[in-house]
């Protein structure tokens, strides 16, 4: 960023010097200092901007920068004596993490042990009757729906029958403690509807009633619970299909003439699967309201909290199904390299058998994990203990009721965080297998004599990398979220002027997150994986290099890895629809499940269908994250290599290589499109202006003063002869600075002819006077171009002398583009004093 004070002051104290105007590159600031042998009458306007102390010299932002500039990790690699990829001397990293996994599962395992020892699973799907047993159960196999006999006068009596009741009139009685004799304890019965078990009163007192009671917290979570429980066969045969349907798309993906199709499909379906659930969750908010509100009832009120969430997540789904689409149509064309690296990383897959196959020992493993974690949720949300308690209108008063425990069941949060913990540590540890295997193929010459041992290979990232693995896992599940948004808040104020008073004070209030993020945030990603696998060192370290790494060479990466993590993961929801649709159908058509249960016992078969569809999402990551996990390795692998070797010694294959450079080619081609346009702007922009200038010309004196960027105020005639005794044979030019993420457009001194000359010349010869002003415009520096933006952020006029702009060049390093030289022709110092001599004559 252009440093206005330090401009002025430059300007001031070098008056008698004159100097080739400098270019001075230093990471994410270009500074443009321009000095001239000027007049001692000469007086550079001062420039109205901000003044910080010396300590304040640099933002808070900027000084992180210049933090990461002097790091230590923040340099090439260097091969080490004998390089041949993953060092084979490891030592064990982050060993202190073990300790908290043992903790983490010992409470796991003493909650297992009082959840099953307390908890019934029975107690989900059906109801409990006045006796504290249990419907459908035992004794009551044939009466398996709940009957609530009074709720007006007492919700807690009810019973279990047959069927519900389709009439209201008779006369239903209490049984005795053989289910089978009828007592004489009598209510009238009333006509219900069927829910589940549950038979729900048609009269809008009652059904008021017992709704409020069935919508708690705590019955809800059962009544979901119930759902997953009676469809446990139908959800295991979802599971199935997405390990299917992930697997399957990794073996057609191998043949390139339809992967492409292959890739667009599913991001189709995925687009199609989110507006289609928007659709399943309005239909189930629609069938919940028509089944709770009849007439007597608030329609506004009746449907309850359920209808309500499913009406917010119908939304959701359809906004997201509409931002979903307008990314995909914004990215349209960079989707298409992202999928032309997932083919590479195809390529590589097929060669690495043992990539292809260790996904289905992480699948099995998981499997393992989801099918536990399920039958622990269903027991803990059942311990309770069965109480007597006091009652109207029963002999002596009293009747059973089971409590339940809201200690365990809030114990359920942390079977959640375990699980997620479980799976998250899982594809960790498949990530860093494959990178290892990655690396081990990509640092050697003979490529198609690699092998990777299952047994060795694992055993040595267990034994030495375990705890980093949990480590990672910790960090992906906790701070990913952070990490993003503060990434995209530092972007905001990055962008922003750093010399704005505004944004340096919310900078200093937003000072302890920004030290977060600087210090440990930014660097969490699956990029430490790969160099943990290569290098044996701990996470931070690891984590640190990696993001040095992918900073140095974006220039050579582009988009890359955020394009095809995108498309991963638009395959991953597209598997993951597939999956589930089907459930919803079957449960919806069907008249039992596959264990022979009748589907009428499932409340709502959205609840089933949704967690297909989030486990979906697990085990496709397992296949397809493999994709995932080698683009992020070949693109830290390749730019390692590129600092580390040269010529024949890379080790890149050739194909790699050939995408990688046909990637910089295809942006640098992008880039130069949006340049030439850039370019054309400016050089209207000064035809407009020299049009404007001449006109005004005409009435006036060809010695008039002329700005090419903005008009100045009429001058008085006494200004205008002091100005013209100063200036007679002076030029002027100016800086324009316009800083983007990504490009900088800056504007560099600009040769012109003295007015009085510009003026008598015949309007062609001022045409290709302005089409070789706009030329020279341009320069060339590291891989962009640059070139006078129209945004005048800043500007400073002042006076040079007729000296040729040849002498100012940059030249391009052929080995490191990334590095720029400033030459300046010192014999042709002389020569220019003599033109100086000539024109002060």
């Known amino acids: 960023m252009l440093n206005t004070t330090e401009l002025d002051q430059t300007l001031k104290t070098n008056k008698e010097a004159l100097e080739i105007p400098k270019l001075i590159v230093n990471s994410s600031k270009i500074t443009v200092a321009s000095t001239n ?18 300590e304040d010299k640099f933002s808070r932002l900027e000084q992180y920068e210049e933090i990461d500039r002097n790091d230590e990790l923040n340099l090439p690699f260097v091969p080490p004596q ?13 060993k202190a993490w073990i300790g908290l996994f043992l903790i983490v599962y010992v409470l ?15 107690r989900l799907a059906h109801g409990i009757d006045f006796r504290g047993e249990i419907c459908g159960i035992g004794s009551l196999k044939n009466k398996p729906f709940l009957y609530y006999a009074g709720p007006v006068m007492d919700i807690d009596v009810t019973w279990c029958i047959r069927q519900c009741p389709p009439s209201t009139g008779r006369e239903t009685c209490m049984y005795d403690t053989d289910h089978m004799t009828v007592t004489s304890f009598c209510y009238i019965q009333m006509q219900a509807d069927q829910m589940g078990y549950y038979c729900i009163p048609k009269e809008p007192k009652s059904r008021e009633l017992v709704f409020e009671q069935l919508g708690s917290t705590r019955n809800t979570m059962r009544r979901i619970g119930s759902d997953l429980w009676q469809s446990w066969d139908i959800t295991l045969c979802g599971f199935g299909l997405s390990i299917v349907l992930s697997y399957l798309f990794t073996v057609l993906a191998k043949f390139e003439k339809i992967a492409a199709g292959l890739i667009w499909g599913a991001i189709i379906f995925a687009e199609a699967g989110l507006i289609l659930y928007g659709w399943l969750f309005y239909l189930e908010s629609i069938r919940a309201h028509d089944f709770r509100c009849i007439d007597g009832m608030n329609s506004d009120t009746c449907g309850g909290q359920i209808v309500t969430t499913y009406q917010i997540l119908a939304i959701v789904f359809l906004a997201l199904g509409g931002i979903y689409l307008i990314v995909t149509l914004l990215l349209f064309k960079r989707i298409q390299r992202g999928i032309s690296l997932l083919k590479t990383a195809q390529h590589i897959i097929q060669v690495l058998s043992q990539i292809r196959s260790f996904p289905f020992i992480v699948a099995f493993i998981g499997l ?20 007597l308690t006091r009652a109207k209108y029963i002999d002596g008063h009293l009747l059973y009721k089971v409590i339940y425990n809201d200690y365990i069941q809030m114990g359920l949060i942390y079977v959640a965080f375990t699980v997620f913990f479980t799976l998250t540590l899982i594809l960790t540890m498949n990530d860093m297998f494959t990178s290892y295997a990655l690396s081990v193929w990509f640092f050697t010459k003979q490529k198609d004599t690699v092998r990777i041992p299952y047994c060795f290979s694992f055993k040595t990232l267990f034994r030495y990398h375990f705890g980093t693995c949990v480590f990672i896992a910790f960090n992906l599940m906790f701070l990913t979220v952070p990490q993003s948004i503060m990434d995209y808040s ?3 104020m990055r962008f922003l002027p750093q010399t704005s008073s505004c944004v340096r004070y919310t900078q200093a209030s937003c000072m302890a997150c920004i030290h977060a993020f600087e210090v440990f945030l930014r660097y969490i990603s699956k990029h430490s994986v790969v160099q943990v696998a290569i290098w044996s060192e701990p996470y931070y370290q690891s984590a640190k290099k990696a993001y040095f790494l992918i900073f140095r060479n974006q220039d050579k990466i582009k988009d890359l890895d955020f394009l095809q993590t995108l498309i991963v993961f638009q395959i991953r929801m597209a598997t993951a629809f597939m999956a589930s649709i089907p459930i919803y159908i079957y449960i919806n058509f069907a008249e039992q ?11 709502s078969p959205i609840i089933p269908t949704l967690y297909v569809f989030i486990c979906g999402m697990f085990f496709s990551n397992i296949f397809q994250g493999s994709y995932d996990i080698t683009c992020k390795t070949i693109i830290q692998l390749y730019c390692m290599d590129s600092e580390m070797f040269f010529g024949e010694q890379r080790f890149v294959e050739q194909f790699i290589r050939e995408f990688m450079e046909f990637v910089g080619k295809i942006e640098d081609k992008e880039w130069k499109i949006g340049f030439t346009k850039q370019v054309k702007f400016n050089k209207d922009k000064f035809n407009e202006k020299l049009k404007n200038y001449n006109d005004s010309d005409n009435d006036s004196e060809s010695d008039q003063e002329y700005d090419i960027n903005e008009d100045e105020e009429p001058q008085s005639d006494e200004k205008k002869v002091a100005q013209k005794k100063k200036n007679e044979d002076d030029q002027y030019f100016d800086y324009d600075e316009k800083v983007e993420r990504g490009n900088a457009f800056i504007g560099l001194p600009l040769e012109y002819k003295p007015k009085n000359d510009v003026t008598k010349k015949p309007p062609e010869e001022l045409g290709n006077a ?10 060339v520096a590291g891989d962009q171009t640059m070139a006078l933006g129209s945004n005048k952020q800043l500007r400073l006029k002042t006076p040079i002398l007729n000296t040729s702009q040849q002498s100012f060049q940059i030249l391009l390093n052929a080995n490191d583009k990334s590095q720029i030289s400033q030459v300046s022709d010192l014999d042709e110092k002389p020569q220019r004093e003599k033109v100086i001599k000539k024109q002060r004559i």
Request: glycine share 8%.
């Open 37 to 54: 042998n000027l007049n001692n009458n000469s007086q550079v306007p001062e420039k109205k901007t901000t003044f910080f102390r010396t």
């Open 82 to 94: 004998g390089f041949k990829g993953p060092v084979v001397d490891r030592k064990a990293t982050d």
């Open 108 to 122: 796991y395992g003493v909650y297992s042990y009082f959840v099953i020892a307390g908890g019934n699973p029975d």
């Open 368 to 387: 393992v994990v989801c099918c536990l974690a399920f039958i622990l949720v269903c027991f803990a949300m059942t311990v309770g203990t069965t109480e």
């Open 490 to 492: 530092r972007s905001l």
């Open 593 to 603: 499940t596959f264990m022979g249960k009748p589907t009428s016992g499932i409340e």
């Open 770 to 779: 302005s089409q070789s002003v706009i030329q020279d415009q341009t320069m």
